[in-house]
């Protein structure tokens, strides 16, 4: 059976049991697959309470609401329709059994309505991603970011730079193949090295803004120091959970302890790790010692209990963990904190969280994914690549590489648009 002509059914609305479990179909069987269980359908987009029942045997199998939509203005650019069961398994479950025996339609594999939907232009590659952060989305960030996407942040900025890339690639065309053309405003080569160099900068400056995975992964706090400094101890008050063994006895710490936490809206990764002895003959606390040295290479956030400054002079909050020593007074230059007692706790998250929000996009800045980075890397390198080049051939395949990425930014190839532009803007009338 081709995938292309099946309707598809699944449970759009989470697991069961649940008040209401809504059961899509969605393909050109749809409205007589709805119709065989539900009878005469109410009018469409109108919600309707239908009795349901087994086409084969007659048998009642559910009291619901349901709903149908004509394609192609659908989500899927489909037919679709809704059944809205009650949402005990037995009942999924029967509903389920009777739309399987229809010829026709299957059930939906992970990620068809989605997938439909791309196919049909209903949404594009970039919001389709969206779509799907949004679904895993954890913190309020994440949301943000992921319904940004979805509501086509990122497909209007690469539009906006397809669209300027259209413009100056039909110019280039125009110069290779109709200069002799009276009726075609040339471009000076000047102009179009200028126009180029713009649009590079303006994606260079996206590239260079932290990108969304900051917010799904997050932010990565680690806890470094000598031994028998305090880290354990401070793991598991950041956590407020016994993350880590806590003793007096140097050396507890023997590898890297990683703790999840979200706090005000941003996710953190916290990792405990072995004391930084400056010597040892303990080949497994080496090994330790090792892994904490790679965590502090690759830590967003370093926080570094050590009385001496951090190791190479890397950039941490240097603290000092003994505010609850009555007996000794912090330096100027060390935050204070007690993970027992809990002073300077407050504080201290508040300047973690000031370092954080430096390294995670702001609610209004475009931010890409990992994919999406790596091809608007390639366009921008093709158009860098046209600095100084006076060969209009060698722009011109420039300009079709970084078309082309940008085109697989959001899943389109639009080899249309360019000649569109050129006969349109240069009244070439071939």
């Known amino acids: ?6 309707t598809i059914f699944a449970v759009a609305s989470g697991q069961p049991p649940a008040a209401i479990a809504i059961m899509r179909i969605s393909g050109p069987g749809a409205m007589t697959a709805a119709a065989r269980l539900a009878g005469k359908l109410p009018p469409p987009r109108q919600a309707g309470l239908c009795a349901l029942h087994d086409p084969e ?18 989500a899927t650019g489909e037919d679709l329709a809704e059944l809205h069961l009650h949402g005990g398994r037995a009942v999924i479950a029967v509903v389920t059994g009777a739309l399987a025996c229809m010829a026709g339609l299957r059930p939906a594999v992970a990620g068809e309505f989605t997938r439909r939907a791309l196919m049909a232009g209903r949404i594009d590659l970039a919001a389709a991603e969206g779509l799907g952060d949004l679904l895993m989305a954890e913190t309020e960030g994440q949301r943000r970011a992921a319904m940004a996407a979805v509501d086509g942040i990122v497909s209007r900025a690469v539009g906006g730079w397809g669209s300027r890339l259209v413009g100056i690639a039909a110019h280039v065309e125009a110069m290779l193949d109709f200069s002799d053309e009276d009726d075609v405003e040339e471009m000076p080569i000047d102009a179009v090295q200028s126009a180029v160099a713009g649009l590079a900068g303006d994606i260079a400056q996206v590239l260079a803004a932290p990108p969304v995975e900051r917010l799904r992964d997050g932010v990565r706090l680690v806890l470094a120091g000598p031994p028998n400094s305090g880290k354990s101890t401070l793991l598991n008050a950041l956590v407020d959970r016994d993350a880590a063994i806590v003793s007096p006895i140097a050396g507890t710490t023997r590898d890297r302890i990683e703790a999840p936490i979200i706090r005000d809206g941003i996710a953190y ?9 400056v010597t040892t003959t303990d080949p497994i606390e080496a090994i330790g010692i090792d892994r904490a040295r790679q965590a502090m290479a690759a830590a967003d956030i370093l926080l570094w209990l050590g009385d001496d400054p951090p190791p190479g002079g890397q950039p941490a909050l240097w603290l000092w963990p003994r505010a609850d020593d009555r007996g000794s007074m912090p330096p100027s230059d060390r935050l204070a904190v007690s993970a027992l007692r809990g002073a300077g706790m407050a504080v201290l998250w508040t300047e973690i969280a000031n370092a954080a929000m430096a390294l995670l996009p702001r609610d209004d800045q475009l931010a890409l994914n990992q994919r999406q980075r790596l091809l608007c890397q390639t366009c921008q390198a093709a158009l860098v690549a046209i600095a100084g ?6 722009i011109a395949e420039q300009l079709r590489l970084a078309r082309q990425a940008l085109d697989r930014v959001t899943g389109t190839t639009d080899v249309e648009a360019m000649l569109d532009a050129l006969f349109g803007q240069f009244c070439i009338g071939k």
């Open 1 to 6: 059976m081709n995938a292309n002509t099946d």
């Open 269 to 277: 990764l916290v990792t405990d790790t072995a004391g930084l002895a």
């Open 57 to 74: 045997t007659g048998m009642l199998l559910d009291r619901a609401i349901v709903l149908t939509f004509p394609g192609p203005n659908t």
């Open 389 to 394: 080049e006076q060969d209009l051939l060698i």
